[in-house]
């Protein structure tokens, strides 16, 4: 039998093993940490006495890769959102509010709607989104939309940055544009927001680790890789910290790590080089809040805060290309983003407990540049294939483009043998 090494349990790594397990292959899943999931994971506060998620993932109804998976694991039903498409934003230096309303069918009717859009923004607009999918190659999203009037920034600039995690006047148009094509293009139906309703672990990590047990794969914690041993066009051997082992030439190996990884162990394949913080910060209220009837997720402008997550009494937040925001104390980013919850949600308390989780490397810089040096799933070697949000997928570097990279490198095992 056959055997598959898969080097990185985060959301890459588990797509493809659960992929591949039960395929008549032996499935080998390696971590280098003591937990899967990497950046999609939950854990244990103890200064909040509660599970949080590490940080915060919005999915949309039309993530086809994602939703694929949470039903090939058994959690297709452990999302949770508004019926229909609808995002809730506030401007807290104005106190203006709207709901962005996204009818069903794929012809966007709702966009004549003036009570559909954010406040002066057109039809023309709207239409104007066009121009990504006509983008030249090292067009940026500012160099094609500009940075300023309604439709920039009450409604591309808010999605875009925390898609793109990038400041826009940097970030490649190309991979907004596919983002774009599978979820706005197809209507409301694909543009449902959507959360983990218990949890990122209760919905992509616990399941996936029962699958894979169930199906007689096997999961190795606290490994890590040191050596990628190649002979001619073959990876021949895995070193890792704990022992060595050598691989048959039927056997395959998905190395499904961050590009700094990759770089240290084949720095002869390029990577993208630099990259981009996310900050969270969860607070735990006394009691669950009046959020809105609408969604969990609410969008904020002219703030420090950027996009607010409800899940009863936890209320999370995120802040996308926070470089500058990730070198301030823990202190003094959760006073000013309770600040801005306050006004964003008509309230005056005390700041509760919370938890300030800083992802200083949580995504490769999008750039044009980065985006020419994406490598694919194939490699030089015959037997190695790549996986991870980072590769060449089309999309940018979220959880659907982890996933799907684990099931093009899954896809590309299978073709192989």
């Known amino acids: 039998m056959s055997s598959v090494h898969i080097v990185g349990a985060g959301v890459a790594g588990l797509a493809a093993a659960v992929r591949l397990a039960g395929t008549g292959r032996k499935v080998f899943l390696h971590e280098s940490s003591g937990h899967a999931g990497g950046r999609c994971r939950s854990f244990h506060d103890s200064a909040l006495d509660c599970t949080i998620d590490n940080g915060n993932h919005l999915l949309l109804s039309g993530n086809r890769s994602a939703r694929a998976f949470l039903e090939e694991i058994g959690a297709g039903d452990t999302l949770m959102g508004p019926r229909d498409a609808r995002f809730p934003f506030v401007d807290i230096a104005t106190g203006e509010r709207w709901t962005v309303r996204l009818g069903s069918g794929r012809v ?14 057109s039809v023309s607009d709207f239409l104007s989104i066009i121009r990504l999918a006509w983008a030249r ?9 500009g940075q300023t009037g309604a439709f920039f920034t009450r409604f591309l600039e808010p999605l875009a940055v925390a898609a793109l995690n990038t400041p826009l006047d940097r970030a490649a148009a190309g ?6 094509r599978e979820t706005f293009a197809h209507g409301g139906t694909a543009c449902r927001p959507l959360i983990a309703r218990d949890g990122l672990s209760d919905s992509f990590v616990s399941p996936a680790l029962a699958y894979l047990d169930a199906n007689n794969a096997a999961t190795c ?3 890590r890789l040191r050596v990628v041993a190649t002979e001619a066009n073959h990876a021949v051997r895995l070193e890792f910290t704990d022992g060595s082992i050598d691989l048959t030439r039927d056997d395959t190996v998905i190395l499904a790590i961050p590009p700094a990884g990759l770089n240290a162990l084949l720095p002869e394949i390029p990577v993208p080089e630099g990259n981009h913080a996310i900050v969270n910060v969860h607070f ?4 669950a809040p009046a959020f809105t009837d609408e969604s969990p997720v609410l ?10 997550f409800l899940r009863g009494r936890v209320l999370s937040v995120t802040v996308s290309a926070a470089d500058a925001l990730a070198e301030k104390s823990a202190a003094e980013i959760a006073d000013g983003v309770w600040r ?7 309230i005056s308390d005390e700041i509760p407990p919370y938890r300030v989780v800083k992802e200083r490397r949580a995504t490769f810089s999008q750039t044009p540049d980065a985006m020419r040096v994406r490598p694919g799933t194939l490699t030089g070697y015959a037997n190695l294939f790549l996986a991870g949000d980072w590769t060449d997928t089309g999309l940018p570097a979220t959880i659907e483009s982890a996933i799907r990279s684990g099931h093009k490198a899954a896809d590309a095992v299978k073709a192989a043998h």
């Open 108 to 121: 966007p009717w709702w966009v004549l709607q003036a009570d559909c859009r954010p406040p002066g923004t």
């Open 175 to 180: 991979p907004l544009w596919q983002v774009f």
């Open 284 to 287: 735990k209220l006394p009691q």
């Open 299 to 308: 969008g904020v402008l002219n703030g420090i805060a950027e996009w607010l």
């Open 340 to 346: 801005d919850i306050e006004r964003a949600l008509d």
């Open 137 to 145: 190659p090292d067009a940026t999203v500012a160099s094609l939309f």
């Open 221 to 223: 914690f606290n490994r």
